[in-house]
């Protein structure tokens, strides 16, 4: 069984300020993981992805995460945020055994920035 | 070619009609997905076709009828709706392997079709 936790339903930050998005999992097996960011009236683009490699991933658009097995996180950031970051955001968690396994999404944070 | 297309990109219908979702592409995935998102919502599985077969139906109604003709395409044949079926469909699509490596495991999404049932 898996399961992702998104612990901020709405995040708002000021344009140039850091962002977290916070992202916890919990998996049987060694999961994959991936951000995906989804802007209004669109459908959803992969930000970065975890798959086993190393455990700081860097993304698109200057977002990073970092995979802690310890903590079961993997918490989504940007040193400075840009008013384009504005959109929702999901942490997707992957049981990594077979073909055809399902991915799990958290339900989401938006992200609001302002200036 | 890096693209999922999704056709129409709106699409309205009463619920006595019969309509189709269209979702193509050409990136060789074998694996392709449909998926039902609501409004501030995250989406949610509804088909899986893994090399032309249907290899998950997560208990969706049989108002919804998926379709893989080919390894490019996958329809969603829509028919009797209900207004609560109105929502965002996103088709995707992934490169199918049992490889754990960069690319191997990562859903290609399309822009979705937004259906209203009115």
């Known amino acids: 069984a898996q399961s992702v936790t998104q612990l901020d339903s709405h995040v708002s930050v000021s344009e140039g300020t850091p962002v977290l998005l916070r992202c916890n999992y919990s998996?049987?097996?060694?999961?994959?993981l991936f951000w995906y960011v989804q802007h209004p009236n669109k459908g959803l683009q992969l930000l970065l992805k975890?798959?086993?490699?190393?455990?700081l991933v860097k993304g698109i658009n200057g977002f990073e995460a970092e995979f802690k097995k310890s903590e079961t996180s993997f918490h989504l950031t940007k040193p400075s945020a840009h008013m384009s970051d504005a959109a929702e955001y999901f942490c997707?968690?992957?049981?990594?055994?077979?073909?055809?396994?399902?991915?799990?999404f958290g339900t989401g944070t938006r992200l609001q920035v302002t200036l | 070619d890096t693209e999922v297309t999704q056709t129409p990109k709106h699409l309205v219908m009463g619920m006595t009609n019969k309509k189709s979702l269209k979702c193509e592409q050409h990136?060789?995935?074998?694996?392709m997905y449909w998926y039902k998102q609501k409004a501030k919502k995250p989406p949610e599985l509804m088909f899986v076709?893994?090399?032309?077969?249907?290899?998950i139906n997560e208990s969706v109604p049989s108002r919804f009828s998926p379709e893989c003709p080919n390894s490019s395409l996958l329809n969603l044949h829509l028919h009797a709706l209900q207004p609560e079926d109105s929502a965002l469909y996103l088709c995707?699509?992934?490169?199918?392997?049992?490889?754990?490596?960069?690319?191997?495991?990562?859903?290609?999404f399309g822009a979705g079709s937004r259906l209203t049932v009115l």
């Open positions: 990136m060789g995935h074998r694996a």
């Open positions: 975890y798959t086993s490699a190393a455990t």
């Open positions: 076709y893994s090399y032309e077969k249907l290899s």
């Open positions: 995707a699509s992934k490169r199918q392997t049992t490889e754990i490596s960069s690319g191997a495991n990562v859903l290609t």
């Open positions: 997707v968690v992957r049981a990594n055994t077979g073909t055809a396994s399902k991915l799990t």
């Open positions: 998996s049987s097996y060694s999961p994959s």
